[in-house]
């Protein structure tokens, strides 16, 4: 069975950082991309970042480019984002998506929220 | 960048009842478009994937159909737990990345 847990969410001011996690069990995970995607309280959903199974593409939603860090460790079976400088609008649940064909999210994970307020 | 728009925003009916849900994008998608359902406090679950193809364990009232800019899903007779907001979602070449519709809430009537 495929599952996606998310951790490392939090309450952190404006101007700081968190790490989120993601851990992978239930298929190959070396063999797949992976997505972070994030959903503001009430909102819709929101891509965020893209990397490929081997970590040589990656990409960024214009929204964070330059604050965020996609990462993967496929010895651990597990993908990061590191967040730095966040902001107010950054507030969010975030959830990890296993990437088929580069065209669908196929898996989810439970997703962690993240609020970022003084 | 590619947009997509949903409609309508809010879609009341009842159970029995058929559904259409609309996912319009700005420029042709080809067919890389997906819809998942999202009931409150879960993730999102996929449910059609190139358009057209149901995902995994999805049921067969749910269909999808369309290519280019006009997509439209179908669930032809509404059960109680297919109350919920659906989203489309396409891939694109430039900039590279995702995108989300706005999603459209299917609510009882």
């Known amino acids: 069975e495929v599952q996606l847990v998310e951790s490392g969410g939090g309450l952190v001011q404006p101007g700081g950082s968190l790490r989120l996690s993601c851990a992978a069990s239930?298929?190959?995970?070396?063999?797949?991309?992976m997505n972070w995607v994030r959903q503001a309280p009430g909102k819709g959903l929101e891509w965020v970042s893209y990397?490929?199974?081997?970590?040589?593409?990656?990409y960024y939603a214009d929204s964070v480019k330059g604050r965020f860090t996609i990462s993967r460790d496929n010895a651990k079976n597990s993908l990061y984002l590191q967040m730095n400088s966040l902001r107010a609008e950054d507030t969010a649940v975030y959830y990890c998506?296993?990437?088929?064909?580069?065209?669908?999210?196929?898996?989810w994970g439970q997703g962690t929220l993240v609020t970022v307020s003084s | 960048e590619i947009v997509l728009t949903q409609s309508p925003a809010t879609l009341s009916l009842s159970p029995g009842e058929r559904a259409t849900l609309s996912c319009r994008a700005s420029?042709?998608?080809?067919?890389?478009l997906a819809w998942y359902q999202q009931k409150p406090g879960q993730a999102p679950r996929l449910l059609i994937y190139?358009?057209?193809n149901r995902a995994t364990g999805i049921p067969a009232r749910f269909s999808g159909s369309g290519s280019g800019t006009d997509f439209t899903l179908t669930i032809s007779s509404l059960e109680p737990e297919d109350f919920a907001v659906y989203y489309c979602?396409?891939?694109?070449?430039?900039?590279?990345?995702?995108?989300f519709g706005q999603g459209t809430k299917l609510e009882i009537k």
């Open positions: 998506a296993r990437d088929e064909n580069s065209s669908m999210f196929d898996y």
């Open positions: 239930g298929f190959t995970f070396s063999s797949y991309s």
């Open positions: 990397i490929s199974s081997s970590s040589s593409t990656i």
């Open positions: 420029q042709s998608v080809s067919s890389y």
């Open positions: 190139d358009a057209s």
């Open positions: 979602q396409q891939r694109s070449n430039w900039p590279p990345g995702y995108t």
